[in-house]
């Protein structure tokens, strides 16, 4: 398996602008995260969900940031307009809920600069 | 409230042993995680433990739980240059699949 793929890599974007950045998790798993890295506030969670659906999105800092997923194979997250203390890394990550241990398995990262 | 605590850095000489520690608040984590970041890349998971363990061993990593005090410990045993990274402690939160994170303990190994 490739693992979770996210793309951009890395996103250059002016104050304002709107970004996407997109997430593939792994075959077969049905809960997605959306983390978001910095140096002050650490590893936070966004946003994740359970089978396409949204289950706690009380990460998502303000209106601004909105999270889709359409269906069990990519989700989008999307930041309009974007502002400079939204860069960040931005993480993926997928797991296989049930009985657990709820392994979760996490993408390379998007590096997001907003200048 | 729940919340997950970890010393910010850790220094040890190259064929030590490492100890990172991490508390946690959740009395009822089902799961406990040890993950390992290096420059640049996501999340790596290295191991995890059951609530109902005291110990696993995994190759050179030893994962210890007192479930009394809350305590998680990760030993890495002949710590390497290539252990040199960030490492994160995460507890599951009950009747969720996400997880609470620790804010990640660097290690450094000195050659």
């Known amino acids: 398996d490739a693992g979770v793929i996210q793309s951009p890599r890395h996103e250059v974007t002016e104050m304002g602008q709107e970004v996407t950045l997109r997430c593939k998790p792994i075959s077969g798993h049905n809960s997605l995260f959306w983390y978001r890295q910095t140096m002050m506030r650490g590893l936070e969670l966004l946003i994740y969900?359970?089978?396409?659906?949204?289950?706690?999105d009380s990460g998502m800092p303000e209106d601004r940031f909105s999270a889709k997923m359409p269906n069990a194979s990519f989700s989008t997250l999307k930041i309009q307009p974007s502002e400079p203390r939204d860069s960040a890394v931005y993480f993926c990550?997928?797991?296989?809920?049930?009985?657990?241990?709820?392994?979760?398995?996490f993408g390379p990262g998007t590096r997001l600069t907003v200048t | 409230g729940e919340d997950v605590e970890q010393s910010l850095f850790l220094s040890v000489r190259e064929g030590d042993s490492s100890v990172i520690n991490c508390t946690y608040t959740d009395s009822s984590s089902t799961y406990l995680y040890w993950y390992k970041q290096e420059p640049g890349a996501g999340l790596q998971l290295l191991t995890y433990i059951f609530s109902n363990m005291d110990m696993k061993q995994d190759q050179r990593l030893t994962v210890l739980l007192n479930k009394k005090d809350k305590h998680l410990s990760l030993r890495i045993a002949d710590t390497q240059t290539g252990d040199s990274a960030i490492y994160f402690c995460a507890e599951s939160a009950s009747g969720t699949y996400k997880y609470i994170f620790g804010t990640g303990t660097r290690l450094k190994v000195l050659a």
């Open positions: 990550a997928s797991s296989l809920s049930g009985d657990g241990p709820y392994e979760q398995y």
């Open positions: 969900f359970n089978n396409n659906v949204p289950i706690d």
